[in-house]
Nanobody, 124 residues
Framework: QVQLVESGGGLVQAGGSLRLSCAASGRAFSIYSMGWFRQAPGNERDVVAAISWSGHSSTYYTDSVKGRFTISRDNAKNTVYLQMNSLKPEDTAVYYC????????????????WGQGTQVTVSS
C-alpha cells in the first residue's frame, strides 16, 4: 500500500481557485489508480474525480465538477493534483485522495489507501 498526504485546502471566495496535492510514499506509485473524494457534513463520501494508472490514460469527473476541476498526476513526483476552478459554495467539504491498484473506480470501498483529508471552504 501507499501512504497519502493531502495539502492545498483552505478558504476561498466563490469563483476562486485552489489546487490540491496528494503526495504518495511507497513504491510503484505509477501502478495505482488515484481518486479524489469529498465529504460534507451529514453526507456520504462521494467521488469527485479519478485518474487511471499510467498504463491507461483515462479520467473520470462527477457531473457537478466537469469543466471546472482537473485531475492530473506526476509519477516522477509521486503526486496527484486536483485543480479546482470556479469554485462554488456547494464544493465545500473535506477532500480526500485515495489509491487503488488496478483500473479506475468511482467506488470508495474499492480504494485501499486514504489520506487524512484537507478542508476546502468556499464562501459566497
Amino acid at each position: 500500500q501507499v501512504q497519502l498526504v493531502e495539502s492545498g485546502g483552505g478558504l476561498v471566495q466563490a469563483g476562486g481557485s485552489l489546487r490540491l496535492s496528494c503526495a504518495a510514499s511507497g513504491r510503484a506509485f505509477s501502478i495505482y489508480s488515484m481518486g479524489w473524494f469529498r465529504q460534507a457534513p451529514g453526507n456520504e463520501r462521494d467521488v469527485v474525480a479519478a485518474i487511471s494508472w499510467s498504463g491507461h490514460s483515462s479520467t473520470y469527473y462527477t457531473d457537478s465538477v466537469k469543466g471546472r476541476f482537473t485531475i492530473s498526476r506526476d509519477n516522477a513526483k509521486n503526486t496527484v493534483y486536483l485543480q479546482m476552478n470556479s469554485l462554488k459554495p456547494e464544493d465545500t467539504a473535506v477532500y480526500y485522495c485515495a489509491a487503488r491498484r488496478g483500473v479506475i473506480s468511482t467506488r470508495s470501498n474499492e480504494y485501499a489507501s486514504w489520506g487524512q483529508g484537507t478542508q476546502v471552504t468556499v464562501s459566497s
